[in-house]
C-alpha cells in the first residue's frame, strides 16, 4: 500500500498528486479525426480537514472535471489521490461517508417521482447494512436531517416539483450529509439560485460545517460567493492551477489572471459591469491551448519568455503561492 506522510505538515484529508484529465473528442468527417482535449492538467493540491477551499476560474476551465475525480465519478488519465495519506485505486471503492457531490441543478438530481423523506433516506437505506439502522431509526434521522437544513416535516412527503430551487438545495444537503461524510464537492451549488437565497444557502452550509466539522470543496466561476464562504482559494486557468492564497490574500492577488477576476467580480451598477472577464480577448480553446504560460495570449503583462516557458510555482507567503514569471527571480526554472 502506498502511503504519504510528512513530520512536518498536517495530514491532509485529500490530496492530488500530478492529476491529469485528457478526453478525446471525435471531429470531422464520420467522425474520424480524434482531438486531444486536456481538460485537467497537472494538478498537485491539498485539502485539509475542516477547511473550506474554493476553487475558481472561468466557464471550462476543469473545474467540474476535477470534482467529479475526487469524487470517484471520472477516472484521471493520470496521476494519483491519497485519502488521509492512504493512495485510492480505480475503480474507487466509493464510501458515501468519505465524500459526497451537490450539484447546480438539484431538480436533475433529484428523482421526481420520489417524496422527499424517500429522496432524503436512500443513502441511509442503501447503507442499511453497514449502519444497521431500523425503519425507526432511518426515519427519526430524516426528521433530524429536514430539522438541521431548515426544513418542517410537512415538507417531507412532498414531492421536488413542489418546491423552490432553495428548498430543492436543501434536501440535496440533506441528502449529502446523512451519512456524515467527510468532505463536500459543491459543484456550482448555488449559482442557479436568487442572489437572496444563495445568501441562505450559504449561511446553512457554514452552519452545517461549525456543527459536523465538515470539509468543502467549493466550486464556483463566482469569485465573490468565494470569497465569502472560503478560507483558501485556488484559481484554474485552462485546466491548470495557476494560484492558490488564503482569502486574507486574495485583496492582494499576484497573478495577473487572478487581478482580472477580482476586478470582473460584478458591482452594484449594471451600467459598469464589465461583460468579459478580460475585456477584447477570448478564452483560447483547451484543444490548441497556448504554448509556454497558457494565460499569455490574454496578460497585460506579458514577457517573451511567457510564449515559450512555463512558469513553476512562486512561493509568496506560507499561504500563498502562484504559477507566473512576473515573480520568479529565476526565470530559467522549469516548470
Ligand atoms: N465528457 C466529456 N467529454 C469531452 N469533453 C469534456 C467532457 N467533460 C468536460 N469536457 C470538456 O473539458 C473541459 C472542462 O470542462 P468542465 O466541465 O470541467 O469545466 P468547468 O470549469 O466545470 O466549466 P463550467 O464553469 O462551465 O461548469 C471543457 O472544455 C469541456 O468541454
Ligand atoms: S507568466 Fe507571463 S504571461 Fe503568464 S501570467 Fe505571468 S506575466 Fe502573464
Ligand atoms: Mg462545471
Known amino acids: 500500500m502506498t502511503t504519504m506522510t510528512s513530520m512536518s505538515e498536517p495530514i491532509a484529508l485529500l490530496s492530488l498528486r500530478n492529476i491529469c484529465k485528457t478526453y478525446t473528442i471525435k471531429k470531422g468527417l464520420f467522425n474520424k479525426k480524434k482531438l486531444e482535449l486536456k481538460a485537467v492538467k497537472d494538478i498537485n493540491l ?7 477551499i474554493g476553487l475558481v476560474g472561468e466557464s471550462g476551465c476543469g473545474k467540474s472535471t476535477l470534482g ?3 469524487c470517484g465519478l471520472e477516472k484521471p488519465t493520470n496521476g494519483q489521490i491519497f485519502w488521509q495519506g492512504r493512495k485510492l485505486s480505480w475503480p474507487r471503492k466509493f464510501s458515501p461517508q468519505d465524500m459526497q457531490m451537490i450539484f ?11 417524496k422527499i423523506k424517500d429522496i432524503i433516506a436512500e443513502p441511509l437505506k442503501i447503507n442499511l447494512s453497514a449502519g444497521g439502522r431500523t425503519r425507526k431509526q432511518i426515519h427519526n434521522r430524516v426528521l433530524e436531517l429536514a430539522n438541521q437544513v431548515g426544513l418542517s416535516p410537512e415538507h417531507l412527503n412532498r414531492y421536488p416539483h413542489e418546491f423552490s430551487g432553495g428548498q430543492r438545495q ?14 463536500i464537492v459543491c459543484d456550482e451549488a448555488v449559482s442557479a439560485l436568487d442572489v437572496s437565497v444563495q445568501a441562505q444557502i450559504l449561511e446553512l452550509l457554514k452552519k452545517l460545517q461549525e456543527e459536523a466539522n465538515l470539509t468543502y470543496l467549493f466550486i464556483s466561476h463566482d469569485l465573490a460567493v468565494v470569497k465569502y464562504l472560503c478560507q483558501r482559494i485556488a484559481v484554474m486557468y485552462l485546466g491548470e492551477l495557476i494560484e492558490i492564497t488564503s482569502r486574507n490574500e486574495l485583496s492582494s492577488p499576484k497573478h495577473p489572471y487572478t487581478q482580472a477576476l477580482i476586478k470582473a467580480i460584478p458591482i452594484p451598477d449594471p451600467e459598469n459591469k464589465p461583460d468579459r472577464i478580460i475585456p477584447g480577448t477570448e478564452l483560447p ?3 490548441n491551448p497556448p504554448t509556454g504560460c497558457a494565460f499569455h495570449t490574454r496578460c497585460p503583462q506579458k514577457m517573451d519568455i511567457c ?13 500563498h503561492k502562484v504559477r507566473c514569471f512576473l515573480y520568479q527571480n529565476n526565470t530559467s526554472t522549469k516548470s
Open 68 to 70: 467529479k475525480i475526487i
Open 285 to 287: 480553446s483547451p484543444i
Open 170 to 183: 436543501r434536501v440535496a444537503i440533506a441528502r449529502a450529509i446523512s451519512l456524515s461524510p467527510r468532505l
Open 307 to 319: 510564449m515559450h516557458k512555463k512558469p513553476s510555482w512562486v512561493t509568496i507567503s506560507q499561504s
Open 46 to 52: 491539498d485539502i485539509y480537514p475542516g477547511e473550506t
Open 104 to 114: 447546480q441543478d438539484p431538480f436533475s438530481s433529484l428523482n421526481p417521482r420520489q
